[in-house]
């Protein structure tokens, strides 16, 4: 046994709703894998209850997995904006907003990620980003000065199957976003970071 599963043995278990929203994402949906899971997803709902966020900012809804986690921890009076380019997965992730207490928190657009939050005129407490790689950097910087002070910034694949660790292909745009994007937080001045070695690499981000 590896620390990974000790680590999950001695954590909660999935709750029966999740379970059924991966089993259905694993049956009906290509690339299954890049919904966030049952470990990942734990984390994300104890960072969100830790924090209480009136507002949360999700790039990237996929089949809603992270969004359910993302949202239970929302003040009586939040919401949860949550964003997805392809709308053909929408029957299954409003069919699971539907069925938890907090999915009239959920609000979901469809469309370019970047256009959508040039459009936005509020700040949140807390930006999930898990979309296009190769646009990492552009929603950080799109997405900055719409966190509150204080508030935080987390963005998964930040190892990217560990290919951030190779020599990229020069074709490889997915991977040269993810450099970017690691390395210009890095030298950030403005943010406090910590990147942890779960499942594909999540970077915490705190604006100061």
Request: net charge negative.
């Amino acid at each position: 046994m590896n620390f990974l599963n000790y680590s999950i043995n001695f954590s909660d278990s999935e709750p029966e709703l999740l379970a059924e929203l991966r089993r259905e994402t694993n049956l009906k949906v290509l690339m299954p894998r890049m919904l966030s899971g049952h470990f990942q997803g734990l984390l994300l709902s104890f960072f969100s209850k830790m924090i209480n966020p009136e507002k949360i900012l999700e790039l990237g809804t996929f089949t809603g997995y992270s969004a359910i986690c993302l949202v239970s921890g929302l003040s009586e009076n939040g919401k949860l904006l949550t964003i997805e380019k392809n709308d053909e997965l929408k029957f299954i992730s409003q069919k699971y907003f539907k069925k938890i207490e907090n999915g009239k928190k959920i609000t979901q657009l469809f469309g370019d990620a970047n256009e959508i939050i040039l459009g936005l005129n509020e700040e949140f407490d807390l930006v999930f980003i898990d979309a296009d790689k190769r646009e990492y950097f552009s929603y950080y910087i799109n997405v900055f000065d719409k966190v509150k002070k204080g508030g935080y910034i987390l963005a998964d694949n930040v190892f990217w199957n560990g290919k951030v660790l190779e020599q990229i292909d020069p074709k490889d745009e997915y991977t040269k976003g993810i450099v970017e994007f690691n390395e210009f937080v890095r030298n950030d001045d403005r943010v406090e970071k910590i990147t942890l070695p779960i499942r594909d690499g999540l970077m915490l981000i705190r604006k100061k």
